[in-house]
């Protein structure tokens, strides 16, 4: 049992023992599973009366990992009812996050390049796991990727966002409710590119995180959300090089290329970074020094989830966001009939039997040419 601020949170089954972190929405607890003392972490919605939403991310996130047994992304163990929404059982690897590892270690400059190499490589392979299994994070940043600091073991956390589809257009949202971490979110993940945002967004993000540990600051920082969204979309982010002159500049161009605005300029697969990655780690470990090399030799476009050309989705919601009109089915028929019954050349079409413009909606559409066969039969 804890008492946080005037509230007592206790889960059957579990022994909660140290608080990890209490957020606005969501708390984490450090606990142990009674029946067999397996430590896990316990994470709750903090909204005793969650709303529908907060409901489905919570258990989209067990829902889209509980079968993936990758060893690059933290095991959810089970869903438990909680009040009146539920707590997700993890398992507990030890792991901090990279966020308050740099916090807590106040490495005001960032992290060391040794530090960086291997954070960034076991990134980019959890990463090319994640989209081998179809799914797109969607909110890659520190707070989300954790590192056990004695095994050196790093996990990608929280798919609270995460989708299995390989592609989906985002609709336009109010900058206030749009999902994903403002700091971090792809120009197409803030639905003011139309088009559709595939897992090359996740390295878009991936960028500003690894700019972030390189750092110590984001390249964006305005504070107003509308801002932040039009420098995501339109500004050229400052270079690795530009804040810090001593950073490879190979490795400013890798950076740069992952925060690329449009999607087919950054990195097409998480392999073709990691081989670049390792190639600096390999020449930082024996020469101290990095040289220039060609980028992306070995990127696979594509890897293998299909990427459409630009502007295209395969979802439903993305062909409704991309024609509106085909929403307006059940209207355009009803429409048609009218129009069928007073437009004035109707008598023109007389030897093809009907008006028309059911013939051509027939033409657009199989569904409808039954509903029209049925009605003029
Ligand atoms: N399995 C875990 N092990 C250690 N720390 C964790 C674990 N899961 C979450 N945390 C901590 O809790 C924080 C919030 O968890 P997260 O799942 O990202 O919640 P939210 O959905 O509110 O962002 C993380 O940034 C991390 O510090
Ligand atoms: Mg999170």
Same mark, same amino acid.
């Given at each position: ?7 007592? @949170? ?8 140290? $608080? /990890? ?13 009674? &029946? ?25 996130? @067990? ?11 933290? $095991? ?42 291997? /954070? ?19 909110? /890659? ?57 595939? @897992? ?41 090089? &530009? ?41 930082? $470990? ?20 299909? /990427? ?70």
């Amino acid at each position: 049992m804890l008492v946080l601020s005037d509230k007592i @949170y206790s889960l059957a089954g579990y022994r909660i023992l140290k $608080q /990890i972190y209490c957020g606005s929405k969501t708390l984490v607890y450090r606990g142990v599973k009674e &029946q067999d003392q397996t430590p896990v972490v316990i994470k709750l919605i903090r909204n005793e009366s969650p709303t529908f939403s907060e409901i489905a991310q919570f258990r989209n996130q @067990y829902t889209i990992t509980k079968n993936l047994n990758l060893p690059g992304i933290v $095991q959810p163990l089970c869903l438990e009812n909680y009040g009146s929404g539920y707590a997700l059982i993890m398992e507990d690897f030890g792991g901090i996050s990279l966020k308050d590892w740099v916090r807590q270690n106040k490495l005001q400059h960032g992290i060391t390049l040794k530090e960086f190499f291997h /954070i960034a490589i076991a990134i980019a392979s959890s990463l090319e796991e994640l989209h081998r299994s179809r799914i797109i994070h969607k909110d /890659i940043k520190p707070a989300n990727i954790l590192i056990n600091l004695s095994t050196l073991e790093v996990k990608i956390i929280d798919f609270s966002i995460a989708t299995l589809v390989p592609r989906e257009i985002q609709d336009l949202k109010n900058p206030n409710v749009l999902e994903g971490t403002l700091a971090y979110i792809s120009p197409e993940q803030t639905g003011r590119m139309n088009r559709g945002i595939d @897992y090359r967004s996740d390295f878009y993000s991936l960028g500003i995180t690894f700019f972030e540990l390189l750092t110590g600051q984001l390249p964006f920082t305005n504070t107003d959300p509308m801002e932040l969204v039009h420098a995501h979309i339109a500004k050229q982010p400052p270079t690795l090089h &530009q804040i810090n002159p001593n950073h490879p500049l190979i490795l400013s161009a890798i950076v740069s290329k992952l925060m690329a605005k449009n999607a087919e300029d950054r990195y097409q697969s998480a392999l073709g970074l990691k081989y670049d990655l390792e190639t600096c780690d390999r020449q930082w $470990q024996e020469s101290g020094n990095i040289t220039t090399f060609d980028l992306a030799t070995k990127d696979i476009s594509g890897g293998s989830i299909p /990427i459409l050309s630009k502007g295209t989705g395969l979802t439903q919601k993305s062909c409704t966001n991309l024609f509106p009109w085909r929403s307006w089915r059940p209207w355009r028929f009803v429409i048609s009939l009218l129009f069928e019954a007073k437009i004035p050349y109707k008598n023109k079409f007389a030897h093809l039997g009907c008006s028309p413009l059911p013939l051509i909606l027939l033409c657009i559409e199989m569904r409808e040419l039954i509903i029209l066969i049925l009605i003029y039969v």
